[in-house]
């Protein structure tokens, strides 16, 4: 069965450093989504993208954030200078290419843990 | 008022018994409802859509309300492997794009 493949699976850094997380998205699809969630709390949205570009965007997805899709695969979130509360589990999702469709289901990543120090 | 609001439990229930969760939503105009499954640290894993028409999966059955706006999620004979949070999951078309929210989740634990 065809699944979100996120690396890594945990990723520690300093605060104010860059980080990189990776996702590679199910083959045939075309929504990409990050969502996070910090411990104890509810999923929160992120970012869609689709067709090279972003479609929306939460508050929590400041100027710090940015997301890309650098090939036919890949898709992946960079925190430019990570702050403590950053720390959460990043999850990337796609969905099937059912355009306006009312009825997408987002498949999800097993995540990333960032913890920032 | 909250866009998806679970009650967040926990729901400790014995094994066999039935529980149902509930879920509102404020924006009328949402049009696909899911619930999702999560286990501790692990990802959402779709349980089951929620048709107007309600529906059933095995032990589990989801009806929609949508002049109240609610949701709701009947688990039959529950199993020590239910036990998990259960996030309920709006779509909304929001500027031709899909508006994905989630809820807070209900923890359930099913108790030996």
């Known amino acids: 069965e065809p699944e979100v493949t996120q690396t890594p699976s945990h990723q520690v850094t300093q605060m104010g450093q860059e980080v990189i997380l990776r996702c590679v998205p199910i083959?045939?699809?075309?929504?990409f989504y990050w969502y996070r969630q910090i411990l104890g709390q509810k999923v929160e949205f992120l970012v869609s993208?689709?067709?090279?570009?972003?479609?929306?965007k939460s508050e929590i997805f400041d100027d710090q954030f940015s997301v890309e899709r650098p090939d036919g695969s890949n898709f992946t979130l960079k925190i430019r200078s990570t702050k403590l509360e950053d720390s959460a589990m990043y999850f990337c999702?796609?969905?099937?290419?059912?355009?306006?469709?009312?009825?997408?289901?987002?498949?999800f990543g097993s995540g990333t843990q960032l913890s920032v120090l | 008022r909250k866009e998806v609001e679970q009650d967040p439990g926990p729901f400790n229930v014995p094994e066999g018994a039935t529980v149902a969760f509930n879920c509102t939503y404020s924006?009328?105009?949402?049009?696909?409802f899911f619930w999702y499954r999560q286990d501790c640290r692990k990802e959402p894993k779709l349980l089951m859509s929620?048709?107007?028409s309600g529906n059933e999966d095995g032990r589990f059955t989801a009806q929609l309300n949508r002049a109240s706006q609610y949701i709701s999620l009947l688990i039959r004979d529950s199993k020590l492997s239910d036990s998990a949070t259960y996030l309920c999951?709006?779509?909304?078309?929001?500027?031709?794009?899909?508006?994905?929210?989630f809820g807070t989740g209900t923890k359930l634990q099913v108790i030996p």
């Open positions: 993208f689709y067709n090279n570009e972003i479609s929306e």
């Open positions: 999702a796609s969905s099937e290419p059912g355009g306006l469709a009312t009825n997408e289901k987002l498949f």
């Open positions: 999951v709006v779509n909304t078309n929001s500027g031709g794009y899909q508006k994905v929210t």
């Open positions: 929620v048709y107007s």
């Open positions: 924006n009328s105009a949402s049009q696909s």
């Open positions: 083959s045939n699809h075309l929504y």
